[in-house]
C-alpha cells in the first residue's frame, strides 16, 4: 500500500479513552492520586491536561504556571486560558531568581560574549539552525538583536554552543523540581508533554522535560495531537499559536531550532521512514522534494544516534534483584 497522509489518521473518541485508561491504570499502580504537569500554552501541555481532566476529572489534576525574565508574555496568557478553560487549580512559579542564582543567565551571557564582542545583557538572541535546504553538517549560529535595533549573526563555535545548551537547561531542570515539589506535597504524580516527534528525536533535556512519571501522548505524532486537541475542545487561540520553544530572550520557533521542517511536514518524513517508505513516496504526501525528505531521513537518523544518551536509564554494574 502506498503511503499516504492518512497514515497519520486518529480515531480521536478511541484514542482519547485508551490514553484516559492508561493514566488511571499508571496511578493505581504507582499508588498516586492525580497528575501535576508544567503548563507552557502550548499545544502539547494543553491536550495532556485536557486529557487528565478527561480521565481523573479536574480536581485531580494541578497545572503549574513557570515563566521567567525571557518568557514571552503569551505564555501565561494562553496558559491561563486553557486552566480556566479546564476548571483546575493552578500554581503560579516565577523561577527567575532561582535561574539568577545557578548563574544561568549569567553563563550564556558570557558564551555568547565570546562570539558577539560587545554583547550585553541588554540584547537578546537566540540559536539557529541553517534551514531545510542546507546540505552537509549541520551547524548552529547566534543570532542577536542590541537594545538599538542593530543585528549581529555568527557561527556558534562548539565550545560556546556547549556553554549556552547546559546554562539554559537550567530552565527545563528548575521548572521540573517545582512540578515535583507539588506533585510531592499533593501525592501526585508528574505527567510529562511530549509528543512522539519530540521524543523520537530526543527534543527534551535529560532530568528536565524529559523527567516524568507518565507521558500519556507520547506515541502520537504533532498532528494528530492538533486533531485530538480539536476533540477535545481546546480553545480555538491555542490550537492557532503556531509552535514555539519559548526558551531564548528573541522569539524562536521549533524549525529554527531544532527540526529542520514545519512540524506536519517532518511529523510525514518520520511516520514514513518508521513505516519503511520511500522518499518519492512520503515526498508526494508531504508536499517536498525527493531531495528534501532524504535530507530529513537522514536527520532523523542522526538525532536518534547523536541523542541516544537521553532515553537511556542509569547504568548499573548489574541488576539489583527485587527492585524495580
Known amino acids: 500500500m502506498a503511503f499516504t497522509k492518512a497514515a497519520l489518521d486518529l480515531d480521536c ?9 492508561a493514566m488511571r491504570s499508571q496511578l493505581r499502580e504507582s499508588r498516586r492520586k492525580g497528575l501535576v504537569l508544567g503548563l507552557s500554552g502550548g499545544i502539547d501541555s494543553s ?41 483546575i487549580r493552578t500554581a503560579t512559579e516565577d523561577i527567575s531568581d532561582a535561574l539568577e542564582a545557578v548563574g544561568c543567565y549569567r553563563r550564556r551571557n558570557e558564551a555568547v560574549a565570546t562570539v558577539l564582542p560587545g554583547f550585553t545583557p541588554e540584547w537578546k538572541f537566540k ?7 542546507h546540505e552537509g553538517f ?43 515539589y507539588y506533585a510531592d506535597s499533593l501525592n501526585f504524580a508528574v505527567a510529562g508533554t511530549p509528543n512522539r516527534l519530540e521524543f523520537d528525536q530526543g527534543f527534551f533535556v535529560k532530568q528536565g ?41 528573541m522569539p524562536q520557533s521549533q524549525e529554527e531550532f531544532y527540526f529542520s521542517l514545519p512540524y506536519g511536514k517532518m511529523d510525514l518524513c518520520l511516520c514514513g521512514f518508521n513505516a519503511g517508505a520511500s522518499a518519492a513516496e512520503v515526498a508526494t504526501a508531504a508536499g517536498l522534494t525527493e531531495s528534501q525528505v532524504q535530507r530529513a531521513f537522514k536527520d532523523i537518523e542522526t538525532k536518534r544516534s547523536t541523542t541516544r544518551y537521553q532515553h537511556l536509564k542509569p547504568r548499573l554494574v548489574e541488576e539489583i534483584p527485587n527492585v524495580g
Open 47 to 87: 491536550v495532556t491536561a485536557a486529557l487528565a481532566v478527561l480521565a481523573l476529572g479536574k480536581d485531580r489534576v494541578f497545572g503549574i504556571f513557570m515563566p521567567e525574565r525571557d518568557s514571552d508574555p503569551e505564555t501565561m496568557h494562553f496558559s491561563r486560558m486553557i486552566a480556566e478553560h479546564l476548571g
Open 127 to 133: 540559536i539557529v539552525l541553517p534551514g531545510p535546504d
Open 13 to 21: 473518541a478511541k484514542e482519547a479513552d485508551r490514553i484516559g485508561d
Open 209 to 249: 522535560d524529559g523527567a516524568a512519571d507518565i507521558k500519556p501522548i507520547a506515541h502520537l505524532y504533532k498532528t494528530q495531537v492538533y486533531d485530538l486537541a480539536a476533540y477535545l475542545g481546546v480553545p480555538e487561540p491555542i490550537l492557532r499559536r503556531p509552535p514555539t520553544t519559548d526558551t531564548y530572550s
Open 138 to 180: 549541520n551547524f548552529y549560529s547566534v543570532v542577536a538583536q542590541g537594545p538599538r535595533g542593530e543585528e549581529a549573526k555568527e557561527r556558534l563555535p562548539l565550545n560556546a554552543y556547549l556553554t549556552i545548551v547546559a546554562a539554559t537547561n537550567f530552565k527545563q531542570r528548575i521548572r521540573k523540581m517545582m512540578e515535583y
